[in-house]
């Protein structure tokens, strides 16, 4: 494992998004959100995921000379056209344009099409708590999971961010639809390791913990079983209908790589509605009787959601953070 | 097992919330949706319920001759005092108030505290669904469930309501954060019977199918494990703050029966992002895609989120809303 300054980690990939011909803006806003998804933790959707971001560019179906068009409006409600464009670039786009809304509104809420993979959900989350706001945004996917009860993938792990401003740290959910990824259960596989609970069916249609079954049946469970699998659907009917976009349905239709997402961004300026400045103590009291939990058998300690990448984030920014030494040779290979 | 007629239900229940000295139209809006919720297979929430709605009005928790309050507004996104009126009619009452604001801004917010149960989340979905309308809406509860790596409860299971319009059946998820109820566990341990999935700890802190460990554990566990967890605890965050109301945290400290809740409702006026009428082709696409889908080995078909209380109405309507004689004898009783 090496340990790769924050900087030098953003260096690196911004280099070679100016290889490919990315304008300066661009390659700097994305290298920095992928070094910072890895410098909080999240490293399947930092570094690691760049190669794959690089590809996907030289493949056509991102592109760097685009920026969303807007479709339709009206009053705080806005759609867009991504064109294809960087995902993360798109998605910022998105959140600033509703916290612009939210300003004018109290609420800003948009919907965005053809856009691509936003790498992290909790980044366009922290962008609006950065602005003073809380917000819900969601994205669709490929078709990636069955639904319950189905044996064949058709819906997608639609991941959604919930946020909510705090001055001691942004208390912030990003969660998938699928309980694991396929990178979570290869990982796992690779170690010799079952999943802590069940991770999918095997191909008898067993729930099962060892991941090696679970990636050759393809049957990979929804969070909350049945519960995801609607929440899911529900979360592509949203940004797939009101972007006039793709739904996971159409997705899978479309050739090549995951492309051609539909996301729904929302900003609520809540502080509008909050003149005394009530909610910070109320926030800080449910956030301390969280923390007040008394530890099951398993667990150490309780952490608020978002809790936990402020201290991997303190780590990483002191020691460098950790990447595996194949990545980083390929990264450092692009060009 | 006595088969009910869906107007004598109502009417039943109307009786008895007149002889408490409830007002006529909320009397019939109250008797109308519990009515409906058995019609449409939630029978938890639906007559079932009725004398423990009729206790908390008797205790005083649930009060009768208030309405909602309005606290602060700004654009499209308002909070109210629910002054601890009838839980459904302060919820339609809120979620009517998001569809005025979103038929003038495009989307309403409103974050209503000091209320009491909703009864069914998806009532207020369907509403905004019947004024062409998409609609978000959640509450929080008293805590009932351990946060993931807990023993001791301090999140609520804080149920979600997501929505979408559709000719052929509005696409509704309604899902409460708890894999499954003590309701569901008291149910199975009656039958003798194990649940199909984990759900919950025994006193060891060992996963297990049994609904006696759990209810004796009195550990559940979240929907999608931590997920879930985390999920809960943001919608109890944005219930508590934005109605500058209790959050879990504090409903937990209120004395007797749960009451004092907080909720977000949301409705956004998405026909007006699309003049164009595209939507409802992509909706109809997703759905068909999805019941495209090849059944498991535990499963006849697969139906889409909303699908399945259309058909158990049809039937209940025929047949009768079933209803175990002793609940239908106490709800005679009471007078």
Chains 1, 2 share one sequence.
Not at 118 to 138: H, K, N, P, S, V
Not at 301 to 309: A, C, E, K
Request: contains cysteine; hydrophobic residues 40%.
């Amino acid at each position: 494992m090496l340990y790769i300054p924050f900087d030098d980690a953003r260096r690196e990939m911004k280099r070679v998004l100016l290889t490919r011909g990315c304008p300066d803006d661009k390659a700097q806003k994305v290298s920095y959100e992928l070094a910072r998804n890895s410098l909080e933790g999240v490293y399947t959707h930092g570094i690691n995921r760049f190669p794959r971001l690089v590809r996907n560019i030289d493949e056509g179906i991102v592109r760097l000379d685009v920026m969303p068009v807007k479709l339709h409006g009206f009053g705080a409600i806005e759609n867009y056209d991504g064109q294809l464009g960087l995902g993360i670039v798109n998605a910022a786009f998105a959140m600033e344009r509703c916290i612009d809304l939210a300003g004018t509104h109290g609420i800003g809420f948009v919907a965005l099409r053809n856009t691509n993979h936003w790498l992290r959900a909790a980044t366009y989350g922290d962008q609006a708590c950065e602005a003073g706001m809380a917000a819900i945004c969601f994205s669709n996917t490929m078709p990636n999971m069955p639904a319950w009860g189905a044996v064949d993938a058709r819906i997608g792990n639609n991941p959604l961010t919930i946020a909510f401003p705090r001055e001691g740290g942004h208390v912030i959910v990003d969660m998938a639809m699928s309980q694991f990824s396929y990178g979570a259960l290869e990982k796992a596989q690779l170690a010799g390791q079952q999943m802590p609970i069940d991770a999918g069916f095997d191909s008898q249609g067993q729930l099962t913990r060892d991941p090696a079954q679970v990636i050759a049946s393809k049957r990979l469970i929804p969070t909350g079983y049945w519960k995801g699998s609607a929440l899911s659907f529900l979360l592509d009917i949203f940004a797939g209908c009101m972007s006039l976009g793709n739904t996971v349905a159409g997705i899978g239709r479309l050739p090549g790589d995951e492309h051609g997402l539909s996301q729904v961004f929302m900003a609520i300026n809540y502080k509008k509605i909050d003149p005394d400045h009530l909610t910070g103590a109320t926030l800080e009291d449910a956030v301390a009787d969280l923390l007040r939990s008394t530890p099951d058998e398993h667990t150490e300690r309780i952490v608020f959601p978002g809790q936990r990448r402020q201290e991997i984030k303190r780590k990483n920014l002191a020691d460098g953070i950790p990447v595996d030494e194949r990545i980083w040779a390929a990264v450092k290979a692009l060009g």
